[in-house]
């Protein structure tokens, strides 16, 4: 986006904005992300290097990761905590790697409440979260008290750490959201009943951390405008606050969407791009502090477009960030294109979080792996044969290259980019399409010899001299023993997502993995994906746009779509369906098909397909499933054909992607293992 006047590109997102007693460059805010390097064992030095190099990347005021302010705060037993001055000598690494970087960073103070996963949690009243197996203590008088002091001693332990400010957690039905809604807070004393009681914790908080760090300091207020649960709160309850918050001196106030325990998706790849700036668009009428937008905006076109219709100030991103840390120079540059676009998956990130393992990125393995994973320089340059264009080949060849190695791609099929290419014809995921045109822009910036619809043979690599040859040959689908499973009303999943297949109104789904949820989600779609027309998207999760129901949802109606087909999806397991879905995202693909009334069928014997249909015994009971269409999603096998001739040829030949391992193969582990064989080789 040009602006002709000047030529600059992206001029709203990349013009300073002025807090009176200090500027941020643009107007681009790296959100809070947790990312395990915070209780890691030499974690903080990882995290100096992880945030210094978003801050070189021109990012304009980066959030750290949640810190509580004492021990019952904590997200985990071992959960970081800043509450006393010694332990403000590693969050020095930090400040001063990002302020040497000419950046900006503020210390995000969280005090989880009831979604500690730890038995001394705490809440407005004792009522467990139903994402938490530990239920809550109800906080005394003194415990709130001491809550508020030490929410100020952390504030102002940050402010000697050297960090540019605080970001004070009070949304995503963390501790201070809790006492805001008559959902978790039933209290009758001053902390509860009315608004004004139930407000005063974040105004308390607010004030008190005020004065202790005086007026120069930059204090967020991460403020729930949309909690999107029953009970949470109403419009005039938010705007009330705001103002008040407003007048404590907040510095700024960022826009908090949903409660973890919310069922609608508020981050995951199904929901449209900026599908909240209209929340803090209403916001804007109401206070004259500025204000931060947030929730999967991942382009600088969509932010600018967000700041052009004046919806907000300033715009968070977070997991963009992680994609990739060089997002702002490359917009200012005029070089949006050649961005690692952030997919909105969660499968690095934020499901890595929830199993408290360190967050990475998918499409970036060297996101929180900046002091591990780097591509040097090398002085023994090898003539390189890569096989196979999917994720796995494309990540290995161009992180290969970028180290000098002279690399030769060679693709069977007439384009790039594997089972990415599948997964992009799935509703909601058509974010996949735009990884597939960095990693295929990438090749072609570092200009390497890519052959497509070029099947190599083993006497043809050795012909061409290649030093070594890395297979990244992927899958093939995993094809079942069932009698008449040749009928020709059986497809499997690539010839179904690649268009191959013409499919009938009924059909029996095997398998029951991501792939299998999928294709169902393939096959019922009816009309456009939601995920690209917000009102459609807002009506199917019953979003209230006037937030007059509390929360914006309390009794507001879901919409079920239309189902295209009758599906039956089937396993053999007789466990609950969608076990093996990923933490963050899977119960959106539960509830999509559910709301779309696929029939599970679980704990089935495959007995045989003929032009009957299905046949199975469902608790030992024979059933027939009379359907158009067999679909098998029943896993896949490596396709790894040329790694004997060439071993025997005496060829140096790596395995990577699911070539190497096709269990539990996904997008993530290829690229990354492409990546690290890069690093090394
Ligand atoms: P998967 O998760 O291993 O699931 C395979 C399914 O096939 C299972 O439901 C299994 O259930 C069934 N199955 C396995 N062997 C069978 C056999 N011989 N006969 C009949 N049924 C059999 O594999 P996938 O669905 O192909 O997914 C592959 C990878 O891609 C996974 O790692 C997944 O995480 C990832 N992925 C994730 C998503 C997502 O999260 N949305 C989407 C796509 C892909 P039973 O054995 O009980 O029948
Ligand atoms: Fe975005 Fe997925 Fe990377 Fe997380 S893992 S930052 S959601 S692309």
Redesign the pocket.
Known sequence: MLNNKAMQPFPLMLSPLDLGFTTLKNRVLMGSMHTGLEEEKGGFEKLAAFYAERARGGVGLIVTGGIAPNFRGRISPHGSQLSFSWQTKKHKLITDAVHQADGKICLQILHTGRYAYHPFNVSASSIKAPINPFKPRQMSERQIKNTIKDFATTCHLAKKAGYDGVEIMGSEGYLINQFLCLRTNKRQDQWGGSYQNRMRLALEIVKASRKKVGKDFIIIFRLSMLDLVDEGSTWDEVVELAKALEQEGVTILNTGIGWHEARIPTIATSVPRAAFSWVTAKMKKEVSIPLITTNRINTPEVAESILSRGDADMVSMARPMLADSEFVNKAARGESDSINICIACN?ACLDHVFKQKRASCLVNPRACYETELNFESTSNVKKLAVIGGGMAGMAFAIYAAQRGHQVSLFEAKDQLGGQFNL?KN?PGKEEFVDSLNYFIGELDRQKINVHLKSNQSVSDLKEAGFDEVILATGVK??I???EGIDNPMVFN?QQVLSGEASIGPRVAV?????????ICEFLTEKGQSHTVNLDLWIKEWGIDTSITAPGGVGGVMQQRPESARQIYM????T?RFGK???PT??WI?RAALKKRTVEMV?G?E?VKIDDQGLHILEDNTPRILEVDNIVI????ESQRSLQQGLEEAGVVVHLIGGADFA????AKRAIRQGAELAARI
């Open positions: 499968q997964a799935v689908p995993r079942p023993t069932i999943y095997l398998g029951a993995g991501g792939i299998g949820y999928d089937l396993q053999r397991k466990e093996s879905l990923q995202t899977g693909h679980g089935v495959y999603c029943t896993g896949q269990g539990e193969l996904d």
